[in-house]
């Protein structure tokens, strides 16, 4: 990592605490016109960590984050840096964003072709835009890849990784946008002042979010991820869809491996749990947690991930870069809190379990956490248990016989 210039630092500091408190904006430039002169990805992040430090929340880091990159935009593109190879995990999320950035222009064009129309071609302009919408929320797997292997990765080499809450709010941010859009279009009440702010509000909020990707993040990224990591964080994208592009061959398995055990990388830590096992009971006991209707994560009493299974239908993302990572670092910073009170009642023993319920994809999902303890009570971590119980809330009477139907 780059080490920060305390110095350019703190006029960054100076000049987006002028922004944030509604400064103009060229008189800004000009007064720290030769610190922004040069100015690096790594600046912005170093800027976004040393914010953090100061107390300013993630909402207020938020709420002006965007007005300042439009400022400082023309200075951090002419930043130089190694573009990803073709084929490497870098190269498809930057590609996914093209073709993103297409479908949004296309909506921009039917937008345009209706200017001066609205009003009156309202429910005609709705069911044009309604399948564009659809379809924008299918750019999930883009930032679901970002939060469970690159944000792992990175907080492995990078020392300032706080700033990654940021983006994660950013995306829970436009998961909200794109659901309630999605309702306005299906809604024959809502107006077209409504519909058209909140197809604003999105369309900038989604360009604005691979603006950060590819002038912050993905620079950064590819000056301290050392090569190898790439070669893996690739093979785990393959777990996940590579939206509005054509999905690539995967890679060939590495010569030398042995064809004989095929157990999830994830799973390799489960050894972590009963100690030195043969390969073949390790492979059986992966078989049985994932053949469970049921997603599985255990926690340590250290607050890191060390396994999790891998249910046909897992309803809640994991990848093998969250192996080690510190539980704090797998939730974005609005549910954070709940994290915490949650180990920290288990860690005490005031608590042994805590359940939520919600409605996800049309499926009622009934989450639980247990305390793990020894034999001796000793606190050993949490298990996260999580199951569609949308069927068995169903169930009427009994069924005592066999029904295949």
């Not at 107390?55 to 984050?65: L, M, Q, W, Y």
């Not at 569609?388 to 009994?398: A, C, F, N, P, S």
Request: glycine letters at 6%; proline letters at 5%; charged letters at 30%.
């Amino acid at each position: 990592m780059i080490k920060s210039d305390r110095n350019k630092i703190e006029h960054l500091i100076a000049f987006s605490t002028g922004m944030m408190s509604g400064g103009d904006g060229k008189e800004l430039i000009e007064k720290h016109k030769e610190a922004l002169n040069g100015i690096t990805p790594y600046d912005m992040l170093y800027l976004e960590e040393y914010q953090m430090q100061m107390g300013i929340t993630v909402p207020e880091i938020k709420k002006e984050i965007n007005k300042i990159l439009n400022v400082l935009y023309e200075y951090l593109k002419e930043y130089e840096w190694e573009r990803p190879e073709e084929g490497s995990f870098l190269y498809y999320l930057m590609l996914e964003n093209r073709a993103f950035e297409f479908r949004l222009n296309t909506m921009k064009k039917i937008l345009k072709a209706y200017k001066g129309r609205e009003l009156d071609e309202l429910g005609s302009l709705k069911a044009e835009l309604l399948p564009h919408l659809e379809s924008f929320a299918g750019f999930e797997p883009h930032y679901v890849k970002k939060e469970n292997i690159l944000f792992p990765y990175l907080e492995k080499h990078w020392k300032e990784y706080k700033p990654l809450r940021v983006m994660w709010s950013l995306h829970d941010d436009l998961r909200r946008m794109i659901k309630e859009l999605i309702g306005l279009a299906k809604s024959e009440q809502s107006e077209w002042m409504t519909l058209n702010r909140a197809i604003g509000n999105y369309y900038f909020g989604a360009f604005g979010m691979i603006q950060k990707e590819e002038i912050i993040v993905y620079p950064i990224a590819a000056g301290t991820i050392p090569k190898e990591d790439w070669a893996e964080m690739h093979r785990q994208s393959f777990d996940y869809p590579f939206p509005f592009i054509d999905r690539p061959a995967p890679p060939a398995e590495e010569s030398g491996s042995d064809t004989n055990i095929d157990i999830p990388y994830s799973n390799r830590a489960a050894t972590e749990l009963n100690g030195p096992v043969s390969d073949q009971f390790l492979q059986r006991a992966t078989m049985i947690f994932d053949s469970l209707p049921l997603d599985i994560t255990y926690v340590d009493e250290k607050d890191k991930v060390r396994y999790f299974n891998r249910a046909k239908d897992r309803f809640f993302p994991r990848s093998p870069a969250v192996i080690g990572r510190d539980v704090r670092n797998c939730h974005p910073p609005e549910s954070l809190h709940v994290v915490e009170e949650i180990v920290n009642k288990f860690r005490s023993g005031e608590r042994d379990e805590a359940e939520f319920w919600i409605t996800m994809r049309g499926k009622f999902i009934h989450i639980r956490y247990f305390a793990v303890r020894s034999e001796k009570g000793e606190y050993k971590g949490v298990l996260e248990v999580s199951q569609d119980v949308t069927k068995i809330r169903e169930l009427q009477g009994q069924r005592r016989l066999l029904d295949w139907e």
